[in-house]
């Protein structure tokens, strides 16, 4: 069981150290099939043969922003997917995949559910493998010890987060960002609220959400269309098509206020700042990528790391990110401070902002940037697993199939004068939230 911060790791770029800027070669990474199944099940499938191995990835619409009133409940039941089946106990399951050397996980967004299985891609442990994972997502029993000990495991992570100045931090920028949006609360929940949970509640939530209207299936691997096409029907033919989960609302960012502390006992304290950003998807994504690569998002190498970690020592680390989401993300920057130097980095940061939005990047920024990104963009997909959760988040997002190939050409066409009409656009200094977890100086 894992919770992500956020989704899409694709639109996030590395440093690779190169200085001088080149148009990509148009690039061809790799061509997507896709289909939709009977019950209205949505399918991408990749062929690669270089390796005797399939990679599967299922999401649901099923993340923590579909708890409405039982926060916690869309963790809870993502865990406990990967317990009982109508036939098999937990133990049998966990038997099952290890005796044909498979791999299944599961984890939880705030957008969506996802369960992930890599196999070998000889039929008898293929076949095994998918028929494993079938029973967890199409026969779930929810009821036995299993439960007690998913409800208590997930309780203690809760109190661990309690005594965790970043979670803290996170949970409470979030808290306060999206006020009553479906994003607010923390995918784990609340303590009593998890503990009140039953067995019926889970399985309320699974026969409304875990349904072929809102599934999407990633298939990567050693397979033909054909037999990726028999693979879905095995492995999801059988859930009913329900009915796709409603868009979710349009946040309406109207905090009470700006400036919230979490009180912690701590030498260091946890900084937040940030506002609204942008949903996948958005026209403006490409240009916010470059800009925020020279903002914060780059290692070693952003203004923010350099103004706030090299030249003052204010922090050890310091970065930004735009978090993509179903509707609007955040905009968000992470830093850790000496608590009695927090409000001299968190003045800094916030004055690098506005001075990045009044002048923009430099050329030598931005070009640095742009190779940055569109060298780094292929070791998005150097496995079967990496292209796996791509391409589910390609199809989950309902992202054009060209996507990847048009990727880093976007990113390539970018200008200082876009960067900077971008951020205008999407940017209200005026409006940034800074939250702080640590010790409140007197």
Request: negative net charge; charged residues 15%.
């Amino acid at each position: 069981m894992s919770i992500k911060l956020h989704a899409l790791a694709l639109f996030i770029g590395l440093s690779l150290g190169c200085h001088a800027f080149a148009e990509p070669s148009n690039p061809h990474f790799f061509d997507i099939s896709q289909w939709q199944m009977a019950n209205q099940t949505a399918v991408y499938f990749v062929p690669i043969h270089t390796l005797p191995i399939v990679d599967i990835e299922v999401m649901v619409d099923a993340g923590s922003a579909r708890d409405d009133t039982q926060p916690g409940i869309a963790n809870l039941t993502n865990a406990l997917l990967g317990q009982n089946s109508k036939t098999k106990d937990a133990d049998a399951i966990a038997a099952g995949f290890d005796d044909i050397a498979a791999n299944f996980d599961q984890s939880l967004d705030r957008d969506y559910s996802s369960l992930t299985l890599r196999s070998l891609s000889s039929p008898p442990q293929l076949q095994a493998a998918v028929a494993n994972l079938h029973l967890l997502l199409t026969e779930p029993v929810f009821a036995g010890k299993s439960f007690n000990r998913t409800e208590n495991q997930i309780i203690q992570a809760i109190l661990q987060q309690q005594q965790d100045p970043a979670a803290l931090a996170t949970n409470a920028f979030f808290k306060t960002l999206y006020g009553d949006h479906p994003y607010a609360h923390n995918p784990l929940g609340e303590q009593n609220a998890v503990a009140g949970y039953t067995p019926a509640d889970v399985d309320a939530f699974y026969k409304h959400y875990y349904v072929g209207a809102n599934t999407t299936i990633a298939i990567v691997g050693d397979l033909s269309r054909e037999q990726a096409q028999t693979l879905a029907e095995q492995l999801v033919g059988s859930l009913p098509t329900g009915v796709r989960a409603p868009a979710l609302p349009k946040p309406n960012y109207q905090p009470d206020q700006f400036r919230v502390t979490v009180p912690f006992p701590a030498s260091q304290t946890e900084i937040r700042i940030g506002e609204l950003g942008v949903a996948v998807g958005d026209p403006n994504l490409p240009k916010l990528t470059v800009g925020n690569y020279i903002l914060g998002g780059g290692v070693l190498v952003s203004r923010l790391f350099k103004e706030v970690r090299d030249k003052r020592g204010l922090s050890y680390n310091v970065d930004s990110q735009y978090v993509p989401m179903q509707t609007t993300g955040p905009f968000i920057i992470e830093a850790q401070s000496k608590t009695q130097t927090s409000d001299e980095a968190i003045q800094l940061i916030i004055s690098e902002i506005n001075r990045f939005i009044t002048k923009g990047p430099t050329n030598d920024e931005l070009n640095f940037a742009k190779t940055s990104i569109i060298g780094s963009f292929p070791l998005r997909f150097d496995s079967n697993s990496n292209i796996a959760d791509q391409v589910a988040l390609l199809g989950f997002y309902r992202l054009p199939l060209d996507y990847f190939n048009t990727y880093q050409a976007k990113i390539a066409a970018v200008t200082g004068n876009d960067v900077r009409q971008s951020f205008s656009q999407n940017f209200n200094p005026t409006q940034l939230l800074t939250v702080t977890a640590g010790t409140q100086l007197s």
